[in-house]
């Protein structure tokens, strides 16, 4: 009887120290010195969430650049990647791959990847352009500024975040 006790007591001080205090000082912290973070990253346009830094978003509006396909359609609770290669016939079935470069017929680990390559995003330029009726100097105006915002390239690839891509170049188009 004295071991279960003790057993008893050990369960319930790691269930508290380890299954409470532990988490509530982790998302304490989270939200203290990471509060963008630990909210998601979430992009707030006009006092509305329009979605994640961290996630890419289904599309097929040929005004917007497409993000990688998903094998779980961008969904967060399923989120996984399939086992075909950029070479199966059933993947570029799914997608149209024809107007994109390699990287843009495969999926992406998670299948929430918001990066791409800029090559992948300039390999989108026609399409964009002419959907949003776009002449050669606008399409190099928007190249220029993909080229500014290209991210990483130290260790990793350079990549560019296709949502931020796409808010950015409605704005613009606002604006103007």
Not at 12 to 21: H, R
Not at 111 to 123: K, V
Not at 136 to 150: E, L, P, Q
Request: aromatic letters at 8%.
């Amino acid at each position: 009887m004295k071991t279960f006790l003790v057993s008893l007591r050990m369960l319930v001080a790691t269930t508290l120290l380890l299954g409470v205090a532990y988490p509530l000082a982790v998302w304490g912290i989270g939200r203290a010195f990471f509060h963008r973070e630990a909210e998601g990253s979430q992009i707030v346009r006009n006092g509305q969430i329009v979605g994640s830094h961290l996630l890419a978003q289904k599309t097929e509006n040929p005004r917007l650049f497409w993000p990688r396909p998903s094998a779980c359609d961008y969904a967060t609770v399923p989120s996984g990647a399939s086992s075909q290669p950029w070479s199966s016939a059933a993947l570029l079935s799914r997608i149209d791959a024809s107007p994109f470069c390699d990287e843009r017929a495969t999926q992406s680990g998670s299948g929430l990847d918001p990066d791409l390559t800029p090559d992948a995003i300039l390999a989108q330029m026609d399409r964009v352009a002419a959907a949003r009726s776009w002449d050669t100097v606008r399409c190099n105006r928007v190249a220029a500024w993909i080229a500014s915002r290209t991210e990483g390239g130290i260790i990793g690839p350079r990549y560019v975040n296709v949502l931020e891509l796409n808010l950015a170049l409605d704005k613009l188009e606002t604006l103007e």
